[in-house]
């Protein structure tokens, strides 16, 4: 089985999806954490940024067998992955890997276009929403940095990921629409988990 799980940036995908993955025993997929690893490769001057080998283990990302977990989330890199992420070879190469990976058992996915690019066939479609206000608080938490900041940054960057020509972001037709805005954590995966169950 697969669940797909789409959502802007703070909207508290990489949280749920890794909880819902738990929760149910499905292995976790982060999708971001793929561009990201591309964008890092980049940064360092790589000749090859798309050559490096991306794997997912005991919750950390390792690139060319390094362990890039925290470097991964440092805003250089996240300015860089939604430019990234914007080329349509370097998103023709990760979609391949990760419906790859995908195909190899039940997995919670987690990304910007899961759902409508991805694994349009997914069984169950969830996009996460939050206030804009709520995602800058929730990723200044994370990073430390002045939430107006994030706020204008944030913004700027769903204004690329929505306009972009190639995988805009946008829910599937048949997602369902899950605003995680003061909701605890646990809260959204119980939704997410009864959503599960009603289509299994």
């Known amino acids: 089985m697969l669940i797909a799980i789409d959502g802007p940036a703070g909207a508290g995908k990489s949280t749920v999806a890794r909880a819902v993955a738990d929760a149910l025993g499905f292995t976790y997929l982060d999708s971001g954490a793929m561009y990201r690893c591309v964008a890092l490769a980049e940064l360092r001057g790589t000749a090859d ?4 080998e991306i794997e997912f283990r005991g919750g950390r990302v390792k690139l060319a067998g390094e362990d890039v977990t925290d470097e991964i989330r440092t805003p250089e890199v996240s300015a860089r992955a ?14 391949a890997l990760q419906r790859e990976m995908i195909r190899q058992g039940d997995y919670v996915a987690e990304g910007r276009d899961i759902g409508t ?4 066939d997914a069984e169950l479609k969830v996009f996460l929403t939050a206030s804009p206000q709520e995602r800058a608080q929730r990723r200044a938490a994370q990073t430390g940095a002045d939430p107006a900041q994030v706020l204008a940054e944030q913004l700027e960057r769903d204004e690329r990921d929505c306009t972009r020509a190639h995988s805009p972001l946008q829910p599937a037709d048949d997602a369902l629409q899950v ?3 003061g909701l605890s954590v646990d809260a959204v995966v119980d939704r997410i988990a009864q959503l599960v169950q009603a289509v299994r």
């Open 82 to 95: 939604s430019e990234v992420a914007a080329r349509p070879e370097v998103r023709r190469h990760l979609v």
């Open 117 to 120: 690019v991805v694994a349009p």
């Open 179 to 181: 605003d995680t805005t």
């Open 49 to 52: 940024p798309l050559a490096g």
